[in-house]
């Protein structure tokens, strides 16, 4: 298990350190430019994203990890390091992994059972797209596309 984390491990940090070297200085590109320019702007030693915080006033450092009780019933992660981004990053992969694998198998088996779906929506990628890769700026200009993904959304499959 440790060596398929080793490969992915090493992408979240290529992908942190290319965003903190081409970091903007205005509108944030994605979480990752928002939690970098956070820790840019916090000046309050007491502050989960000041540069130098070991713990602050409220939470207890564990790896990069610091915990804030929110209420008596709930627990807050704030990740205040590198390896805590890091570890950010992977929930997210991870948690959409599951979601993400789930809806298009149930995607693929929909269209399986409805040919004339299948073929529109072949055709709409086809006249869009065409012989290039698929970009997230191809979604805008597609209508039956996001339709049927919500579409597939709504099934009941139990």
């Given amino acids: 298990m440790l060596r398929t984390m080793e490969p992915r491990q090493k992408l979240f940090e ?3 350190q290319n965003h903190q070297r081409t ?8 979480f ?3 939690y970098l320019q956070e820790v840019e702007r916090s000046t309050d030693p007491e502050s989960i994203f000041h540069k130098s915080n070991a713990g602050g006033r409220n939470g207890l450092p564990v790896d990069g990890v610091k915990f804030v009780l929110i209420t008596p019933h709930k627990l807050c992660f704030f990740f205040h390091e590198a390896k805590g981004l890091q570890a950010v990053i992977a929930d997210f992969f991870l948690a959409g992994q ?4 789930s809806t298009f198998s149930w995607l693929i088996l929909y269209l399986l059972c409805y040919q004339d779906v299948q073929t529109k929506l072949q055709e709409e990628i086809d006249r869009i797209v065409g012989k290039k890769f698929v970009s997230l700026a191809d979604r805008n200009r597609s209508d039956h596309i996001p339709t049927q993904l919500n579409e597939n959304l709504y099934l009941d499959y139990t």
């Fill in 14 to 16: 290529e992908t942190i």
């Fill in 32 to 34: 990752i430019d928002s």
């Fill in 98 to 101: 599951d979601t993400t694998t």
């Fill in 23 to 30: 970091l903007p200085d205005g509108e944030p590109r994605d």
